[in-house]
């Protein structure tokens, strides 16, 4: 089974600034790798799939980026919308191995 | 608009079953993979099972497998979770997710609380 690991497990901006989120892979998934952000109470939205591709109605704020097993979440102007716990997810290694999360990063106000 | 509505959840005790539901809309059923995911109280998300367009092909995590029925009803754009044996450990909310570009959209959830 593949592991992921996201690292920091939480990580404090004050809006506007810059958050720079990171997954990791134990071994590469190519470029297979979804973010999903969770907010308190709702369920997760789809960000980016294929590593670097938006979906459909994210802003642009939103960017992905890395391949194999280093991937990164940035979002460039944090607004306060985005506080939220995010999660990345391999969906490479299926069968048998399924799809796998990442333990979430939380993003909250500094 | 995708929409998917799951209903089925409740408390149920060690060892009983349950049976959730998620109801599609906006979009051709038929076309589609999906998935049943969870989320323990405070958790992370854990994916449980998967099921392709016309039911031919299913997969479980193992934390589920032979304790977990998926299926389909393409007919009536409906996805089903048999879930049978429970433990403490299923307690959790249980998410439909439709499987188009990664899990491209989801519903609102429902909770499943196994407990005596």
């Known amino acids: 089974e593949i592991v992921m690991t996201q690292s920091p497990a939480t990580l404090s901006v004050s809006p506007g600034e810059r958050a720079t989120l990171s997954c990791r892979a134990s071994?590469?998934?190519?470029?297979?790798l979804a973010w999903y952000q969770q907010k308190p109470g709702q369920a997760p939205r789809l960000l980016i799939y294929?590593?670097?591709t938006r979906a459909t109605g994210i802003p642009a704020r939103f960017s992905g980026s890395g391949s194999g097993t280093e991937f990164t979440l940035t979002i460039s102007s944090l607004q306060s919308e985005d506080f939220a716990v995010y999660y990345c997810?391999?969906?490479?290694?299926?069968?048998?191995?399924?799809?796998?999360f990442g333990p979430g990063t939380k993003v909250d106000i500094k | 608009q995708v929409q998917l509505v799951e209903s089925g959840g409740g408390l149920v005790k060690p060892g009983g079953s349950l049976r959730l539901s998620c109801a599609a809309s906006?979009?051709?059923?038929?076309?589609?993979?999906m998935s049943w995911i969870r989320q323990a109280p405070g958790k992370g998300l854990e994916w449980v099972s998967y099921?392709?367009?016309?039911?031919?092909?299913?997969y479980y995590a193992d934390s589920v497998k032979g304790r977990f029925t998926i299926s389909r009803d393409n007919a009536k754009n409906s996805l089903y979770l048999q879930m049978n044996s429970l433990r403490a450990e299923d307690t959790a909310v249980y998410y439909c997710?439709?499987?188009?570009?990664?899990?491209?959209?989801w519903g609102q959830g429902t909770l499943v609380t196994v407990s005596s």
């Open positions: 997810q391999q969906y490479n290694n299926w069968p048998p191995g399924g799809f796998t």
């Open positions: 099921i392709s367009s016309s039911g031919s092909t299913i």
């Open positions: 071994q590469s998934v190519s470029s297979n």
């Open positions: 906006g979009f051709t059923f038929s076309d589609y993979y």
């Open positions: 997710a439709r499987a188009g570009r990664a899990f491209d959209y």
């Open positions: 294929g590593a670097s």
